[in-house]
């Protein structure tokens, strides 16, 4: 049922892909700060102290990434279940018209 109303909004691929830069992303970064922390030529407790200091700025910017993906998703199924609303109420507003068109044959 979601792959339907995935396609039927285009609003899943469009998320999937948001995600898997999201990801992309910080996997990037977190692959890049681990290079260069072991490629530097410094002390083993700088280096563990720059991997702490690497390792609470990842997870900050994970949590911010987190809460911008949560943020959009909200949003996002706030518009689907509007749209859904919408099409539902004109439906039963089209199957009514259509049942008086009806009685009103009926009545002929």
Known sequence: ?????????G???KS???ANVVIGTLTGLLLGAAAGLLLAPQSGK???????R??????????AASQTVADFVKD?????SEKFIRRKDKTD???????????????D
């Open 1 to 9: 049922m979601g792959d339907l109303f995935g396609n039927l909004f």
């Open 11 to 13: 609003y899943q691929k």
């Open 16 to 18: 999937e892909a948001r």
């Open 46 to 52: 700088e280096t563990r102290e720059d991997i702490a």
């Open 54 to 63: 690497l390792a609470e700025k990842g997870y900050e910017k994970a949590v």
């Open 76 to 80: 996002k199924s706030q518009e689907v």
């Open 93 to 107: 507003e089209n199957l009514a018209d259509a049942e008086d068109q009806i009685d009103i044959a009926e009545q």
